[in-house]
């Protein structure tokens, strides 16, 4: 678990390469010592508190204590991915993503990219894989590898043929496809 | 004792159900004893280490139902790694190798494995009934073993399990000849469900009293089903995103005016809050209410609903109802007899959705309240004295004050008084969760007070080892205890050794507790399994000379009649 908690290079965010979210520091608190019942303050908290004075009668984002609060993990991705589907201001768009083959899923955050291509790329990255290029009446040619995704309506579609801002609104799930399973989309020989 | 003949005192028996008196029945005398292990049908292990299967059956050969239970509770907070244990397949190869007639069997916190589902089907002709609650390992393909071979099933009930969903068809596999269904709940898988196969399962189950079904299944499809079902006591929506206006809607809300022997409703894990409407009818007849997954339900639909049911007994509920609406709860509900409140936004936004004031309504308005788990963003010294004098009958009182340490918001004291007022109130208190800014003080209270506590979970609270120290020498009964990020040590672990015979089991995380004390405490005590989980460094702990003053990050103690387990992964030392 601790593993996936700390891997930082394959972490995606928008930040700049070197910038450290504040998050981060603060991930396995232990609030043993009663004497530091906040967490540990460091510079960058310091100026992130300055700078949301604003919302003083709000606390700062709060740091993520392992097991707190007390809330069984099934209902925790239960509750946490319908907020996330239904407020896309602020909280991140997080979404499974599957690859046919591996062992286990990920989940990414949709809100992070911009666009298609950043998000591609990503997923690349990620999966250590590639999709090819996009074409709008064949779809993705030069790889075996295609990116889909579920929609509102459980359908499974192409990822790239409608809109950004729609694709984010509707997309519930991403799976890359692979091999002969993902031909029927119109891959093409 | 001896002037009837067995089989009458047996027959007298038969009427003693609870596990508490079937126990101490057999330590009456030894022809009781006798007796009563081969009349007994239906075991409650609490904690599959300390005994084994072959021990268990050699003392119980005429088994019929078995309940499990393996990971320690804070698991279910991410708190023990994925790898540490409860593999409940040796104990159904066991049971399988015996042939002992099992027929019902009830797992939390285990591990399931899809080979352990396949082995269960095809060893017990007379199956009827898995419960599995908080388990994993498992997948579709094990339910497709369990549904196509148990001939007699009549329960599959999953609650709040992580199943790998292979979207197969598992649902399918149930034969046509199978017609015994009375619970069927799979609220928890991901995929899609085969809607064909469902309806048509559903439609020749005439026993079918409780049906909790998943995302997938939409609300055109729900209406299908209770068309098909008139006679549900319990069921569970799935999806419910719906137009109003819809054909589908319409059939709905027919369909459930029929369901005149509905008690308990949940679910909703996708939802038209406009719809909920279509369930008012009803509404008068439910004894049961969660809408803990309901995150979509809130504001006047929720209040709505929450008005037509004047009935209810068990209410769970995200913090989203605010403090406005407990109240309505309050004045509505007056046969509440369990309250849950859990927390809507968990990256802690700020969000003051519920606090002191709400828990203070229902204390007052619900008399009959006797459990409740309340999830909030601040509480008071007053408010808790005040709950205290409302609702002396609590039996579960469990308080979750989302930042931890938070004193009283009014005074800046800490919570001590409070906590100590429902203990000395309460007199029948069994379990106990505190949160908030707590010394000492709090656990002289407790040890003073709460004589029946059985169960007491402590978070970031405390100041020296008198603490916990109060506790164990004051709560007779304490079974389990568990303990994470508070200053006890050494000292407090190993005051009193004898005590923990008396207990299942002791939970201590990022506390004070060392290496060499956990050592000492295995060796004056070789009845106890002492485990130390240390995921980060395997080999840290054998390093020589500094290795006795090293704090412990995880420690785990349980008492056993069968010794170290076999099964341990390398990141738990068993001392």
């Not at chain 1, 996330?84 to 990219?113: F, T, W």
């Not at chain 1, 790329?121 to 894989?129: D, G, I, S, T």
Request: net charge neutral.
């Amino acid at each position: 678990m601790d593993e996936f908690v700390n891997l930082k290079e394959t972490e995606l965010r928008l930040g700049l390469p070197g910038t450290d979210n504040v998050c981060e520091a603060k991930e396995r608190v232990s609030c043993c010592n009663n004497n530091n019942k906040r967490v540990l303050s460091t510079d960058t908290e310091k100026e992130i508190e300055s700078s949301s004075r604003k919302t003083e009668t709000s606390p700062p984002r709060k740091a993520q204590i392992v097991g707190w609060p007390p809330v069984r993990s099934y209902r925790k991705n239960n509750i946490q991915s319908k907020k996330n589907e239904s407020e896309h201001e602020g909280q991140g768009i997080y979404v499974k993503v599957s690859m046919d083959g591996a062992p286990y899923l990920r989940k990414i955050d949709l809100s992070c990219y911009k666009g298609y291509s950043e998000l591609l790329k990503a997923l690349e990255v990620m999966f250590k894989f590639s999709v090819g290029e996009y074409f709008e009446r064949d779809g993705y040619k030069g790889s075996d590898f295609v990116p889909t995704y579920e929609d509102k309506d459980g359908d499974w579609m192409l990822i790239g043929d409608v809109p950004w801002e729609m694709f984010i609104c509707t997309c519930k799930r991403l799976r890359i496809m692979k091999g002969s399973e993902a031909k029927g989309l119109g891959c093409g020989v | 004792m001896n002037y009837f003949p067995d089989e009458v005192i047996e027959h007298v028996f038969d009427f003693v159900t609870s596990h508490k008196d079937r126990n101490a029945i057999s330590l009456v005398c030894k022809s009781w004893y006798k007796i009563e292990r081969y009349s007994r049908q239906k075991v409650f292990i609490g904690n599959c280490y300390a005994i084994n299967p072959e021990r268990l059956l050699r003392r119980f050969p005429c088994l019929k139902s078995l309940t499990l239970k393996g990971k320690p509770h804070f698991a279910d907070f991410n708190l023990v790694p994925h790898e540490w244990g409860g593999f409940v397949l040796p104990w159904i190869e066991a049971l399988a190798r015996s042939r002992v007639g099992l027929e019902e069997l009830r797992l939390k916190r285990m591990v399931v494995t899809d080979e352990s589902l396949e082995l269960l089907s095809r060893s017990f002709v007379n199956f009827k009934s898995l419960v599995l609650v908080s388990c994993e390992g498992f997948t579709t393909d094990g339910l497709a073993s369990i549904a196509a071979n148990c001939r007699h099933l009549r329960d599959l009930d999953l609650q709040e399990n992580e199943i790998d969903d292979h979207r197969g068809q598992w649902l399918s596999c149930f034969p046509d000849t199978c017609t015994t269904l009375v619970t069927l709940n799979f609220a928890c898988l991901e995929g899609e469900t085969n809607l064909v196969a469902l309806e048509r399962l559903v439609a020749r189950s005439p026993n079918l009293k409780s049906l909790k079904l998943n995302r997938a299944v939409p609300l055109d499809a729900l209406a299908r089903l209770m068309v098909c079902a008139p006679q549900i006591v319990d069921l569970g929506v799935g999806s419910y995103e719906n137009d109003p206006d819809s054909e589908s809607y319409l059939k709905l809300k027919a369909a459930i005016k029929k369901c005149t022997l509905l008690r308990s409703l949940s679910g909703f894990l996708e939802a038209a809050p406009h719809c909920l409407s279509a369930f008012h009818p009803i509404c008068h007849n439910l004894t049961s209410l969660n809408l803990s997954y309901a995150a979509e339900i809130h504001g006047s639909h929720l209040i709505k609903l929450i008005q037509h049911c004047k009935k209810l007994q068990r209410l769970w509920i995200l913090d989203s109802i605010g403090d406005k609406g407990l109240e309505v709860v309050a004045s509505t509900c007056k046969e509440l007899q369990e309250l849950r409140v859990f927390p809507s936004d968990l990256l802690g936004g700020g969000n003051t959705a519920v606090t002191e004031e709400g828990l203070v309504a229902i204390s007052a308005g619900c008399p009959k309240l006797h459990s409740i788990l309340y999830f909030c963003q601040q509480m008071t010294n007053a408010a808790l004295v005040t709950v205290a004098k409302n609702c002396p009958n609590f039996i579960r009182f469990r308080l979750c004050i989302l930042e931890p340490n938070k004193p009283d918001h009014v005074t800046s004291q800490p919570l001590d008084e409070g906590f100590g007022a429902i203990v000395k109130a309460c007199k029948s208190l069994r379990r106990l969760s505190l949160s908030g800014l707590l010394t000492d003080q709090v656990f002289l209270y407790i040890g003073m007070y709460a004589n029946q506590l059985e169960m007491l979970s402590i978070a970031f609270a405390g100041d020296t080892d008198k603490g916990m120290l109060y506790v164990l020498n004051g709560c007779k009964k304490m079974k389990k205890l568990e303990i994470r990020d508070s200053p006890f040590g050494d000292t407090a672990l190993l005051a009193d050794v004898s005590k923990y015979e008396t207990m299942r089991s002791l939970w201590m995380s990022s506390c004070e507790v060392t290496l060499s004390g956990c050592k000492r405490l295995a060796q004056k005590a070789p009845w106890l399994n002492v485990e130390i989980i240390n995921e980060n460094d395997n080999n840290r702990m054998e390093e020589n000379g500094h290795e006795g003053r090293q704090k412990v990050d995880k420690l785990y103690l349980y008492r056993t009649v069968v010794g170290t387990r076999m099964d341990a992964p390398p990141f738990v030392w068993i001392l």
